[in-house]
């Protein structure tokens, strides 16, 4: 995926490197390097909680150091809508 397409608070997939995993989140900064998508969970009401981050070079994938989970993550190139829609259908 080209980082240069996105922009701040869109909503974006990220997909694990063996394919199963699939984080939800939203672009929070734009550099000539990269983006940062948070995501996280998000309590009823809207409020935020336990928000975390993760760094994507401009070829939308992860670089830094991993949190939680063993995975290397990369930006989903499918337009987020679609994937959503794909998803409710398999569900």
Known sequence: MDTTKLVVGQNVYM???????????????????GVDVQF???????????????????DGKERGERTYDFYHYELDDMPFAERTALRKQKS
């Not at 694990?16 to 939203?26: A, F, I, P």
């Not at 996280?40 to 401009?58: I, T």
């Open 15 to 33: 997909l694990c490197s063996d394919g199963v995993c699939m984080l939800k989140g939203h672009v929070v900064k734009i550099t000539p390097e």
């Open 40 to 58: 996280g969970a998000e309590q009823v009401g809207g409020a935020l909680n336990a928000y975390e981050m993760k760094h994507f070079d401009k």
